[in-house]
């Protein structure tokens, strides 16, 4: 996949030379109304005993701890406390959407209602909503600006889709701040200094993916088939082409079920698909139906394949991500034994929430390099922290991260940067994240905004002067995120 800092350009590009391009795809998307709930916040305590938000001193603390074998963190207090904000997730509610009761993270916010409720006007955030947050099939990482599409996505081999999520302190501060107005942003740039917004320390930010179970992946009556990873041998490959398979039946009791090559429905996270998430998932390939071909209907199962976890708990957030796993006893790379182990630690994992395993990363280097540059700093002599999602990031080439090596040379880092990490295999979550600056109107950041692998990214790198950083979230630097109808044009006059 052709990602990077190509993607700012083109999206440039496409402003200026397809002045009609956004408002196609404004309007593409239908804003059904599904149900009403409201969203629901975190509670103030984890299952494994951790507060949230924990103090940042505490998660420092684990990070100072941090011991990464073979490229994976072991540290157990962090891997607790990934178990604690999942199990805390996808606990099921008591709202109710289309006759389904709803888990914690499916009552929470989209960007899009971020930015209705600041075109409305709103002092706060509605009590209650109408959508889950339609699903959006687009390539990973597509700029939903730019027609820039991934190397083989197809909904017929059953690729993937996903959604960005905010929990109510996160859509509340980004409503109060107008995070998503031009203006604003490019108004908190100052010459000559790197500058940055700030979330509140409760903030969540998550980025669920999906699997539908369409027609195309159709075995037989009650069958599908489902792409599963095997490793760093399915690496940089597309999801759809991973080796081997496992089996879906809709039908949990079937008798086919043996838990090794056939799952049933009830050990993923799932739902049924409304007529809503059909109808974009259908048209959201930009364009048209040209990928999806019309073949997800109302009524089909769908798989949460996993879901990136980001909490603001300390200033360079904490980042965990997790993925469907036939063996959850025994994930391998991204995640480990060790990792799995984490489970036995929190009280309240369902049986569909706990065939997930966990990938995470508190830091990119172990040790800890410190947050800002200081002469003398090194990191030959650190380890890896590879921290990975294997239906995202797992399928990550190196044209992804092209342009890293460059900047790192350009900038006098030459000395900091990593040589073998290159690819998604070898990405961390905080390095890509770092990198988060607020680039709308298509500005190129020198080297801001250009996707990273695991590098030490320090918060001041000299490419973020005169830049402002979005505290770690991708989703607030005014490239990524689907717009609501109207919001392009209020956004031309506020
Ligand atoms: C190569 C860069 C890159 C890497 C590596 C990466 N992300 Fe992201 N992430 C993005 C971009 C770009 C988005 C914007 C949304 C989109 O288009 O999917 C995003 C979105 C998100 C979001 C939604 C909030 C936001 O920032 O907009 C979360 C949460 C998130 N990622 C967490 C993670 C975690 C956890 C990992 C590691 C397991 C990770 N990311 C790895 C680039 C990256």
Redesign the pocket.
């Known amino acids: 996949m052709k990602?990077?800092v190509l993607?700012f350009m083109f999206l440039g590009m496409s402003i200026l030379i397809f002045p009609s391009f956004l408002s196609t795809v404004e309007n593409a998307f239908l804003e059904i109304r599904e149900c009403t709930f409201s969203p629901q916040e975190m509670p103030s305590m984890l299952s494994n005993g951790d507060s949230f938000p924990t103090d940042s001193v505490t998660i420092n603390g684990w990070v100072d701890n941090s011991y990464a074998l073979n490229g994976l963190e072991t540290n157990k207090d962090m891997i607790s406390h990934a178990w604690g904000l999942w199990a805390a997730l996808t606990t099921v509610t008591d709202q109710v959407c289309d006759g389904e009761p709803l888990r914690l993270f499916e009552t929470w916010y989209s960007?899009q209602d971020v930015m209705r409720a600041t075109m409305g006007g709103y002092r706060d955030m509605p009590q209650q909503i109408n959508s889950t947050g339609n699903l959006e099939f687009?390539a990973?990482?597509?700029?939903?600006n730019g027609s820039f599409h991934g190397r083989g996505l197809s909904a017929e081999r059953g690729d993937i889709v996903?959604?960005?999520?905010?929990n109510p302190a996160t859509a509340e501060a980004a409503l109060d701040n107008k995070y998503y107005l031009n203006s604003v942003m490019t108004g908190k740039k100052v010459p000559g200094k790197v500058s940055t917004i700030e979330l509140p320390t409760n903030s969540?930010?998550?980025?669920p993916i999906y699997r539908v179970l369409t027609d195309r992946l159709k075995i037989y009556d009650g069958m599908y088939r489902f792409h599963k990873w095997s490793g760093k041998s399915d690496g940089l490959k597309d999801d759809d082409e991973f080796e081997s398979y496992v089996y879906v039946c809709t039908d949990a009791n079937d008798s086919r079920i043996d838990n090794v090559t056939v799952f049933g429905i009830d050990v993923f996270i799932h739902h049924t698909m409304s007529a809503a998430e059909a109808h974009n998932y259908n048209i959201s390939s930009k364009e048209g139906a040209e990928y999806s071909n019309n073949i997800a209907a109302a009524g089909d199962m769908v798989i949460v394949l996993g879901?990136?976890?980001?909490s603001r708990e300390s200033t360079r957030w904490t980042?965990?991500?997790f993925y469907w796993t036939p063996t959850p006893d025994s994930p391998v790379f991204?995640s480990s034994v060790v990792m799995a182990e984490g489970r036995n630690t929190v009280s309240t994992l369902d049986k569909a929430s706990s065939h997930y395993a966990v990938?995470?990363?508190y830091s990119m280097l172990s040790p800890a390099a410190p947050e800002n540059y200081t002469p003398g700093i090194t990191t030959y002599d650190r380890g890896s922290v590879y921290?990975?999602?294997p239906f995202?990031?797992g399928t990550?080439t190196t044209d992804?991260?092209a342009n890293q090596e460059y900047y790192y040379n350009l900038n006098g880092l030459g000395d900091l940067f990593i040589t073998k990490n290159v690819d998604?295999l070898t990405?961390?979550?905080?390095?890509?994240?770092s990198?988060?600056t607020y680039l709308g109107n298509g500005q190129e950041g020198k080297g801001a905004g250009t996707?990273?692998?695991d590098q030490y990214v320090p918060r001041n790198a000299p490419w973020f002067t005169g830049e402002l950083q979005?505290d770690?979230?991708?989703?607030?630097?005014g490239?990524?995120?689907v717009l609501p109808k109207g919001f392009e044009q209020y956004n031309k006059t506020h």
Not at 162 to 166: D, H, S
Not at 204 to 207: E, G
Not at 427 to 433: A, K, L, P, T, V
């Open positions: 990602r990077s993607i960007p687009r990973k990482f597509e700029s939903s996903g959604k960005v999520k905010f969540v930010a998550l980025k879901s990136h976890v980001a980042w965990q991500t991204p990938s995470l990363g921290a990975l999602n995202i990031e990550f992804v991260f998604g990405s961390s979550c905080m390095g890509c994240h990198q988060a996707f990273i692998a979005t770690f979230l991708w989703s607030l630097t490239s990524f995120e």
